[in-house]
């Protein structure tokens, strides 16, 4: 089950959906519009490893805009923090953002309750493109949960995006690796 606009709302009156900023404006009929921040990270490293850190140099997206390019893979962040107890956000594009050619997400639009966090973006396009800082970028949809949460993200010890930040976070499956 989808959560309405009237559910979301009430919601985030009882705690359960947390949305800075939050704007009346942003919430559709079963969604909230979310906005790209103004940073993107992009891989120091041609090619990656995934057993390594894989570093990423920042670019703060001037007012005039940034071009994307398809040979680069970008992760953006949304200007939006958000917190969902009890519920599953899920990230997906826009559609005027699609129909740009610009992927949000190529395998992670699915957050997990209890995810408390700006979202990182893994943006790619199929041609070139240019993009601004606080543009619409996607959208959450909130889905019901059936059955008691017995773990919420925030409190597993394995969870590796928890820290709080403005930044687009680097892959960090190399900690998987880690101790093995």
């Given amino acids: 089950m989808i959560l309405s606009d009237k559910k979301i709302l009430e919601e985030i009156k009882l705690g359960n959906i947390v949305i800075e900023p939050f704007n009346i404006e942003n919430l559709g009929s079963n969604s909230y ?71 949000i997400h190529s395998t992670a639009g699915k957050g997990d309750a209890g995810f408390c966090n700006t979202w990182t973006l893994e943006i790619s396009v199929k041609q070139p493109v240019k993009i601004y800082p606080k543009m ?33 976070i680097e892959s960090m499956m190399f900690k998987n690796f880690e101790g093995k």
Avoid: C, M
């Avoid at 949809?141 to 820290?163: H, L, R």
């Fill in 33 to 103: 519009d979310v906005h790209l921040g103004k940073w993107l990270g992009v891989y120091e490293n041609e090619i990656l490893d995934a057993k390594i850190h894989n570093k990423i140099n920042l670019i703060e997206i001037p007012a005039e805009g940034y071009i994307l390019l398809p040979s680069k893979l970008y992760l953006g962040v949304t200007e939006e923090y958000t917190e969902t107890r009890n519920y599953v956000p899920f990230l997906e594009g826009k559609s005027s953002v699609g129909r740009l050619g610009i992927d």
């Fill in 136 to 168: 619409p970028i996607g959208q959450i949809i909130y889905f019901a949960i059936d059955g008691e949460i017995g773990t919420p993200y925030n409190t597993k010890k394995s969870a590796k995006y928890n820290k709080r930040t403005q930044y687009p």
